[in-house]
């Protein structure tokens, strides 16, 4: 058979309160705050709001699906307080992935298999256009969970507006052998090669993370398989579990599951709240999940964005012919009492575009070409050089909502410093903690200090650094947002911390490239083409509004030329409550 038409409905884990512990290391659980659950918020605090990213118009906060050309967004909401609790599944629709129209929710807790919570899942389009969405749902107190299914109510209402949960679920219930309250998020279904569909639920079982597989024949009735399509010791729960296959070459996507593809799997960890992956081959015999050798499956791994980026889920865009991948930065407070007083907590970053590098070792992501409709004046600088201690500001654009792509070059690698061999057990962002921006090195720090104030006292820079290791060259990449809010008795956002990643790129041209996307209290950053992605949120207390500035700066004793800088100022995109 044809399934050809089989696109992903992903939904994203979007029902976290988290805490910032030591180490820049969160740690999160589904706290229940049940006298702000239910609490609305009075005043929308505006002046960190985004322009450009999706957020809704209140309370607490992902899923995209391409289905008879119109994307859905279905994403975990509160609609009754901006902490977690009363969650649903809201809604809501684009032609371009980047405006949008919320309506009313799809799936809300009703039935005895989800009147405790209604969490998340994916969606699958079966034979004969028909979405079908699997997801986890809570049956008691003792947070017992369950995967059920939900089908429309009317397939000819292009929008989708109303779903239908039949009376025969849940769909699959853990056996004996699986954990009942850390067995979530069933992933998009695929077809083997047998004819049966197949899905992965995240779980754990003691300290080893698990993607356990499911097969059906009919899409109603699933077997537990043997083994996992994957495992991992020592790695905690695995949440919003993503497989899919990646093109050996191009920048294309792929929707067909066979063994001459590459593959991805990708989970978020709870215990770190990062997501990592690995690349490998998927043996469709045995339905076995191999990682490549080198391809580190652990903490240690590679990470989809070594910043604030969460329960991400990907799905396959017929349309234009490629995998987007869509992540949630959460913002909640420390204490909960600040979220209510906000008014909302949590955003739905941009989506970007992925697809395998050409070395075939790791992801490549970009931003989704449609952002690029909301650029408006744009300013250029080039061959600007910088020495040391200098910095150029970016003028006639609007620095609180900027889209910026710099490159950046030097003449020599003789300045880089050395790489301290007892760094070797740190993380990338332990580094950047050390050195900063501020720290003088050789070749480097430089980058962009945005959501900055005039004398810097307040911003959030984004820089490299390129360290001389015993063989060979070490680029990181800093996105360090400890300066991003002067006061710190008022509202303590989480996060507020240094992120880093170390990008595998060539030096021989002796040029490094960066892209930030500003949007008033986040930056996500992509460097060297989409190697490293980091995101940071930002809540700066002067640096608002008009009051914020641009800078491109040097604080390395190598003299660093700026080849080419084009910012635009970004419109604000279109979503309709």
């Known amino acids: 058979m044809d399934y050809s038409s089989r696109w992903a409905l992903p939904i994203i884990l979007v029902c976290f309160l988290v805490v910032l512990l030591s180490n820049n290391v969160v740690f999160a659980s589904h706290k229940v705050f049940v006298h702000l659950q239910s609490q609305s918020a009075v005043n929308v605090k505006t002046v960190h709001r985004t322009g450009y990213h999706f957020q809704p118009e209140k309370h607490w906060i992902n899923a995209p699906m391409y289905f008879n050309g119109i994307y859905h967004l279905f994403y975990q909401y509160n609609p009754n307080g901006s902490v977690w609790g009363n969650i649903v599944w809201a809604h809501s629709v684009s032609k371009d992935l980047i405006n949008w129209i919320n309506l009313e929710p799809a799936i809300y807790p009703s039935k005895p298999f989800d009147k405790f919570g209604t969490w998340s899942g994916s969606a699958t389009i079966l034979p004969g256009n028909k979405p079908v969405i699997l997801y986890t749902g809570i049956v008691d107190a003792n947070n017992t969970q369950v995967q059920n299914y939900a089908v429309p109510a009317n397939i000819s209402d292009p929008y989708l507006r109303e779903w239908i949960k039949p009376d025969n679920n849940p769909l699959i219930v853990a056996d004996i052998g ?42 109603m009735k699933w077997i537990k398989a043997k083994h996992p399509l994957h495992s991992t010791n020592g790695t905690g729960n695995w949440e919003c579990p993503d497989f899919f296959p990646v093109a050996l070459k191009g920048t294309n996507g792929l929707e067909q599951y066979g063994e001459e593809h590459k593959y991805v799997l990708k989970n978020s960890m709870d215990v770190t709240r990062f997501e990592y992956y690995t690349i490998g081959k998927y043996d469709t015999k045995k339905d076995r999940y191999i990682p490549d050798a080198g391809s580190i ?74 952002l690029d409709a909301l650029r408006t004046q744009k300013v250029q600088l080039s061959k600007k050089k910088l020495n040391n201690g200098e910095k150029v500001e970016v003028k006639g654009i609007t620095p609180a909502q900027a889209d910026v792509e710099v490159t950046f070059s030097f003449s020599s690698l003789e300045r ?41 006292e307040e911003n959030t820079p984004v820089f490299f650094r390129v360290f001389k290791a015993q063989q060979n060259y070490k680029v990181l990449l800093c996105s360090d947002a400890r300066k991003s809010t002067l006061k710190k008795n008022e509202t303590m956002y989480t996060n507020k911390s240094s992120f880093a990643g170390y990008v595998d790129v060539d030096l021989k041209d002796n040029k490094l490239s960066l892209r930030s996307l500003i949007d008033n209290s986040v930056v996500e950053s992509f460097g060297a083409g989409g190697k490293v992605c980091i995101t940071s949120r930002a809540y700066p207390t002067l640096a608002i509004n008009e009051k914020a500035h641009l800078y491109a700066f040097n604080n390395g004793t190598e003299p660093i030329t700026i080849e080419t800088l084009d910012a635009w100022s970004m419109g604000k995109a279109k979503i309709q409550y």
């Open 178 to 219: 699986v954990n009942k309250t850390q067995f979530r998020d069933p992933t998009t279904a695929w077809m083997g090669q047998d004819g049966r569909w197949r899905i992965v639920i995240g779980a754990q079982r003691k300290r080893r993370g698990l993607a356990i597989m499911y097969r059906s024949k009919d899409f």
């Open 297 to 370: 499956d652990s903490w240690k791994g590679l990470r989809l964005d070594y910043g604030n980026y969460y329960a991400s889920k990907s799905f396959y865009d017929p349309s234009k012919n490629r995998r987007v991948i869509w992540g949630w930065s959460n913002e909640s407070d420390i204490y909960p009492e600040d979220d209510n007083a906000k008014g909302w907590a949590g955003i739905q970053l941009i989506p970007r575009k992925l697809w395998l590098d050409p070395s075939g070792k790791q992801l490549i992501q970009w931003p989704v070409e449609e």
């Open 416 to 456: 880089a410093e050395p790489f301290d061999p007892s760094w070797a057990d740190l993380y990338a962002q332990d580094v950047c903690a050390l050195k900063g921006s501020y720290v003088q090195g050789g070749l480097g720090p430089f980058g962009l200090a945005t959501l900055a104030t005039e004398n810097l």
